[in-house]
């Protein structure tokens, strides 16, 4: 476990083809010793913070949940609750909860001020989702595929919609992976070409491909995986009205499920709005998996809190 202990886990592309595949084997692991009623007190009178400057359903209570099934607790710290909401600076912040926490999970805005306090606190701090990238999501994801198709490699996943930080977190992860990605977005609406550029290279590494358009459909063309996210994330509620007509051509419906491969499972991170991003029957319909890839958020996440703390 040497390597992972201690590190922050900001990016998926911090770490290695070979460390990602490590989590992802603890976090099957994990899984099946939970299914089997197997005690799992990895971290014991460990402690996680989590600030949340965002609501969360999934987030929160798969940390809270994780962290009691490995024998430590978790608290939650409501950001307009701490004194960081009167304006103590991140970089106190940091260094104050370092000294009582073992890790520190943090959901915000600006994904600087993620950067800040890792750069500032002695412990682990895990992106619990920025305005930028969702990491913990695209490792659950991934458990998720894994699972359904017995493989990562040479897969291609398709993500319609806006080029976020879902969006973002899936197309480093499955790039790293060896995995196919295409991205369809309306053309002020796609992925930062950081992300992009970044993914690029990792799969010039991984023997991937990367494909950002206009088109759905052409994203969609024989994929393995269809994959959508909200039309509006929070933060950006006053431009709902807006986004909602310009993403209307990307919506996740039986028509373009039709153009992926016949054994295509849909995802989503949820919370799903039915009718925008995606209809009622593609999401409750046979091929979609939400549900399990929401319950692998608690599998996943035990891995990464296990090797990291
Ligand atoms: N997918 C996800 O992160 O959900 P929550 O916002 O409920 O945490
Ligand atoms: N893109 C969404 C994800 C929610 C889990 C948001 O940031 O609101």
């Known amino acids: 476990m040497g390597g992972l202990r201690g590190r922050d886990f900001l990016t998926v592309n911090d770490f290695t083809q070979a460390e990602l595949q490590e989590l992802l084997d603890f976090a099957l692991l994990l899984k099946k010793d939970w299914q089997e009623g197997k005690p799992q007190l990895l971290l014991p009178g460990k402690t996680l913070g989590m600030i949340f400057q965002k609501a969360s359903t999934?987030?929160?209570?798969?940390f809270e949940v994780g962290m009691v099934h490995l024998g430590g607790y978790a608290l939650f710290l409501n950001a307009s609750d701490l004194q960081i909401g009167r304006g103590e600076s991140i970089r106190d912040t940091a260094r104050v909860l370092s000294r009582y926490l073992d890790g520190l999970m943090i959901r915000t805005f600006a994904h600087a001020d993620a950067l800040e306090l890792a750069e500032h606190a002695d412990i682990p701090i895990i992106n619990g989702l920025t305005d930028l990238l969702h990491p913990c999501q695209a490792m659950a994801d991934l458990l998720t595929i894994w699972e359904h198709k017995g493989r990562l490699q040479g897969l291609k996943l398709a993500y319609?919609?806006?080029g976020n930080n879902v969006a973002h977190s899936l197309?480093?992860?499955c790039s790293k992976m060896g995995m196919h990605v295409a991205v369809a977005s309306p053309r002020n609406y796609q992925p930062q070409a950081e992300?992009?550029?970044?993914?690029?290279e990792n799969a010039k590494v991984h023997g991937s491909t990367v494909l950002v358009t206009t088109n759905p459909k052409a994203a969609v063309e024989d994929a393995d995986i269809i994959y959508t996210d909200v039309w509006v994330s929070m933060g950006q509620e006053e431009e709902r009205e807006k986004r909602l007509e310009i993403f209307k051509p990307y919506q996740v419906n039986a028509d373009l499920v039709a153009e992926a491969a016949k054994d295509a499972v849909i995802m989503h991170c949820l919370p799903a709005h039915r009718g925008e991003e995606v209809t009622e029957d593609v999401l409750e319909g046979p091929q979609s998996v939400v549900f399990a890839q929401a319950e692998n958020r608690l599998h996943m996440q035990k891995a990464i809190l296990a090797k990291l703390l």
């Open 58 to 62: 999934r987030t929160r209570v798969s």
């Open 195 to 200: 992300i992009v550029t970044q993914a690029l």
């Open 160 to 162: 319609v919609g806006d």
């Open 171 to 173: 197309l480093l992860a």
